[in-house]
């Protein structure tokens, strides 16, 4: 129960809810303990004695009783609900924002899937077991002592019987629920590959049928189900067989109190209404045992889930900010790299020795083949990872000094992939900036060659875009999130690839868009097409994570490195001298 103990410690607020429900929990049994009291008041003194008198004091008792019993299940049970929902509500809210301060390379090592199914079936558990397991196991042990010292009040004889044969129960509980633990972690291992699949075939359905691999992945599917059916049937074997076991220990108990309470009946040792009450008390027993039953079970299971949960909690962000951290009053944009090696895995350098420095106005494009390292670099700019050796500095402050927030807010960033919110276009655009109103969102649009199509959409701004933005194209899809990088007037500007989805008519247009938007600001360009940064003020050339070349378009070409290699394999041989990306053909450098 350590997990239920750190949880409760790290959320003492929720204990004005707990503590109560545990004490009405342990006097719950208290009121139907009294019942089997009362019957034997009934026998003996009423019944047998003939007292008419004492019917209705009698009656009146039992009746208060069976209704502070309902009363306190219904309390019970509402308080108990209570803190389930409540303890899932804090545990998916600490996982979610712990989930955001999570390094990328966290991300890269950890399917979604998993964190889905932490929030849709761990979670959940795991409350159980904080509020109805604890709620359980009060009730059962509480139930369990004082029906045990009423039952030795009332025979001894009985009691010893009860006390004899129980503990043969409890060995077999033991001994039944101990591979429970085990089988219960890997049947949530497995639940969670079920959802990582369920979420991978779903985001790659177009790929599946596209490559006729429809039955391939539905028999694998079909594989996994199977695993977690095999799984989650041998705990429920062991479920039926603790339900069997304590029905047959049951039989047994009440077989051995009625045979030897008979006998002491006959020889006027105890009384009727004495069996009776012991036999009501064992039988009232049987629902704490039953309650600590569950508890052995479902507390397996709860503990194999919080080593889950805590293992995914105690995971540190790799990028923090260092003690001293502070906002500067003005941010210039001068970003510079200092020597800037980076490896994802330890001992795998993507990016070596990287130096260049970027001035406010400028345009800096990074090309070079597949792989040398170009969207890696653009990471290091926002912090979503921290260079293994060396530093990144905005205006001569190194990055790590910079608040997280604060940095950022600087910077507009349009991603290789895009993503889109299901929403309306004007939630995306505005999406970086909660403050932007209209004209900055249409000022933004226009600037991403965007407005064009939004008019045309059904309701315009308001038009709701679909998942990921499935009711546009990928060239439109691309201009709002060049949109949403805009409308935050950021004095950075970085962009992966992000003509790779548009046609030559559209990328022309956004390309004079973005030379208006990008005055006055730092511009960063990752190109792999090379007709993206012809109005590149210079051009850095990487190739397996280190800078090979760096200069401007002409210069470049002029060298006879790998930069005219890139650009004659996009365009074919050109001459010596200066040449048009648009034309191939020879210029003036002053027309460039």
């Known amino acids: 129960m350590r997990a239920v103990a750190r949880f409760l410690g790290e959320h003492r ?153 129980s503990p043969i129960g409890f060995a077999l509980v033991t001994l039944a629920t101990r591979p429970i633990r085990p089988i219960a972690r890997r049947a949530q291992e497995k639940a969670a590959e079920v959802t990582e699949q369920l979420h991978e075939d779903l985001a790659g359905l177009r790929e599946i049928v596209a490559f006729g691999q429809e039955r391939r992945q539905r028999l694998r599917f079909a594989s996994t189900l199977d695993e977690l059916l095999r799984l989650r049937m041998r705990l429920n074997l062991v479920d039926v ?144 990872y921290d260079p293994v050796a060396g530093r990144v500095t905005l205006d001569g402050v190194d990055l790590r000094m910079l608040p997280l927030t604060t940095l950022r807010a600087q910077i507009g960033l349009v991603f290789q992939d895009t993503f889109l919110f299901a929403g309306t276009v004007r939630e995306n655009i505005a999406f970086g900036c909660d403050a932007a109103d209209d004209a900055a969102i249409v000022a933004a649009a226009r600037a991403a060659n965007a407005w064009e199509f939004i008019e045309q959409l059904p309701n315009g701004l308001d038009t709701r875009i679909g998942e990921r933005g499935a009711q546009l194209s990928e060239g439109q899809r691309q201009r709002l999130s060049i949109a949403r990088a805009l409308v935050r007037d950021p004095r950075i500007l970085i962009l992966d690839e992000v003509t790779s989805a548009l046609d030559a008519e559209s990328e022309h247009l956004l390309q004079l868009g973005l030379a208006t938007a990008s005055v006055g600001r730092t511009t960063l360009v990752i190109a792999h097409r090379l007709a993206t940064i012809r109005r590149a003020d210079r051009i850095l050339v990487l190739d397996a994570g280190r800078v090979v070349e760096e200069g401007t378009h002409e210069e470049l070409l002029l060298r006879g490195g790998l930069y005219r290699r890139l650009f004659e394999r996009q365009f074919g041989p050109v001459g010596p001298g200066p040449v048009d990306l648009a034309t191939r053909e020879p210029v003036p450098a002053s027309r460039f």
């Open 13 to 165: 607020e929720l204990w004005p809810t707990w503590l109560p429900l545990l004490v009405l929990a342990a006097l719950t049994p208290v009121a139907g303990m009294a019942v089997p009291l009362v019957e034997r008041r009934l026998i003996d003194d009423v019944l047998l004695a003939k007292r008419l008198d004492l019917l209705p004091t009698t009656a009146g008792m039992y009746g208060a009783l069976v209704l502070l019993t309902s009363i306190s299940h219904y309390v019970g049970g509402y308080l108990r609900s209570y803190l389930d929902e409540q303890v899932a509500r804090r545990l998916r809210w600490r996982l979610f924002t712990h989930s955001q301060t999570l390094s990328f390379a966290f991300s890269r090592r950890h399917h979604s899937g998993q964190t889905m199914a932490l929030f849709a079936n761990d979670v959940p558990a795991f409350a159980a077991l904080v509020g109805s397991t604890a709620v359980n196991a009060t009730t059962g042990l509480v139930g369990l002592l004082l029906g045990t010292l009423l039952m030795f009040s009332l025979s001894w004889q009985l009691a010893v019987v009860a006390a004899v044969v």
């Open 241 to 384: 067989g603790l339900q069997g076991g304590q029905s047959a220990f049951s039989l047994a108990i009440t077989l051995a109190l009625v045979g030897v309470g008979g006998y002491l009946v006959i020889v006027d040792q105890t009384t009727i209404g004495t069996v009776v009450a012991v036999r009501s008390l064992f039988g009232l027993l049987l629902q704490p045992t039953g309650r600590l039953l569950r508890v052995f079970g479902d507390a397996q299971r709860g503990l194999a889930l919080a080593d889950r949960i805590y293992r995914w909690l105690d995971q540190r962000p790799q990028v923090v900010e260092l003690d001293g951290a502070h906002a500067p009053r003005v941010v210039e944009g001068v970003i510079e790299f200092h020597r800037v090696s980076f490896g994802y895995d330890p001992g795998r350098l993507v990016l070596e020795d990287v130096s260049f420095r970027v001035r406010p106005g400028e345009m800096l494009a990074v090309v070079g083949p597949s792989g040398a390292g170009k969207s890696t670099l653009a990471s290091l700019v926002p912090r979503f």
